[in-house]
């Protein structure tokens, strides 16, 4: 069955940078969209970026500062944040589509989520 594994999150500074990992393992996934949605405590899920093998979407409150990557070979996709910022904080999770979506109903299965925490 499909699992999909988070990592590299942390407590960083204000203006600082992270990269997240995730590897997907159990399914295919070369066909398929790889996203990273965030949640925090009483708010509901946020898009942040999604992939296929040729188009990204990015979600307005990171454009230009975090950037969505993948590895086929691999079965990865990476989250690159940069200049974060306090509200960023949140637990951030990847997510496998049939479709490149912003959409959290189009995302078949999640991970279990790494934390990021954005200091000022």
């Known amino acids: 069955q499909e699992q999909l594994e988070e990592s590299g999150g942390g407590l960083v500074q204000a203006g600082d940078s992270l990269r997240l990992s995730c590897k997907a393992s159990?399914?295919?996934?070369?066909?398929?969209?790889l996203g990273w949605f965030r949640q925090t405590p009483g708010k509901e899920r946020e898009f942040v970026a999604a992939?296929?093998?040729?188009?990204?979407y990015d979600g307005d409150s990171v454009k230009g500062r975090f950037a969505i990557s993948r590895d086929n070979a691999e079965n990865t996709v990476y989250l690159q944040m940069d200049s974060l910022k306090p509200e960023d904080t949140a637990l951030y999770y990847c997510?496998?589509?049939?479709?490149?979506?912003?959409?959290?109903?189009?995302?078949?299965?999640w991970g279990q989520g790494t934390q990021v925490t954005v200091s000022s």
């Open positions: 997510a496998v589509s049939n479709i490149l979506s912003r959409k959290v109903a189009d995302f078949r299965s």
């Open positions: 992939i296929t093998g040729s188009t990204r």
């Open positions: 159990g399914g295919l996934y070369r066909s398929y969209a």
